[in-house]
Structures are given as C-alpha cells and as structure tokens.
C-alpha cells in the first residue's frame, strides 16, 4: 500500500519559515521524482518545487522561487520543503506527489501518487 503523509503545516506569520515533511511508504522511493504542489480555496492547483531521483535536479514555480527550498533524503523515504519569508498568498493545502515517469515534471498529470495534504496558513 503506497502511502505519502505530509506533516509540518500550521499557522506561521509573514516573514516566517515552515518546513515540511513527506513520508513515503509502499514504494522503491528513489524510483520516484518527487514534487510539491499547492491549492488556495478557488484556485487552480498550482505547482510549487520538484526533485529528481537522487536530488541532482531541482524545479521551483515562479511563485516560490529564492524563498522555497526542496530536498530529499532517500535513505529516510522523505522529501522535504523548507519554506523561508513566508507571505499571506502562500496560505494553501501543500500536497507531496510521486512520479514514475519522465520529462513535464511541472505538470500534475505526470504524478502516480498523492498525499492528503496539510495545511498552511500565513497570517498579517
């Protein structure tokens, strides 16, 4: 049974930092490209970072770039996303996703798997 599970969300004010976590289970995880996506209440389902299979490559929306950092770590089955200078309009329900296929590594249809997702709030 694969499973991803998000932890690490909360409430932070502008200008603060949250890191999260995605713990996989049920899957070869160095297999996986791994990515991050987000969705606001009423918006479309935004893509935020992604990493290659052994951390080589690293992807980041326009939205979060110089402020998000993605990173994994394949001997714990985690990727991570650390999340610097916080602002209200990154206030989202962060989902992680698994990939087994190559290339649009941006677009949502190329990833298998999905979390349940967790949520983030940036207040002020």
């Known amino acids: 049974q694969v499973q991803l599970v998000e932890s690490g969300g909360g409430l932070v004010q502008a200008g603060g930092s949250l890191r999260l976590s995605c713990a996989a289970s049920?899957?070869?995880?160095?297999?996986?490209?791994m990515g991050w996506f987000r969705q606001a209440p009423g918006k479309e389902r935004e893509f935020v970072a992604a990493v290659s299979w052994s951390g080589g490559n690293i992807y980041y929306g326009d939205s979060v770039k110089g402020r998000f950092t993605i990173s994994r770590d394949n001997t714990k089955n985690t990727v991570y996303l650390q999340m610097n200078s916080l602002k209200p309009e990154d206030t989202a329900v962060y989902y992680c996703?698994?990939?087994?296929?190559?290339?649009?590594?941006?677009?949502?249809?190329?990833?298998?798997?999905w979390g349940q997702g967790t949520q983030v709030t940036v207040s002020s």
């Open positions: 996703a698994a990939s087994d296929y190559g290339g649009a590594i941006r677009t949502m249809t190329r990833y298998t798997y």
């Open positions: 049920g899957l070869t995880f160095s297999n996986y490209r």
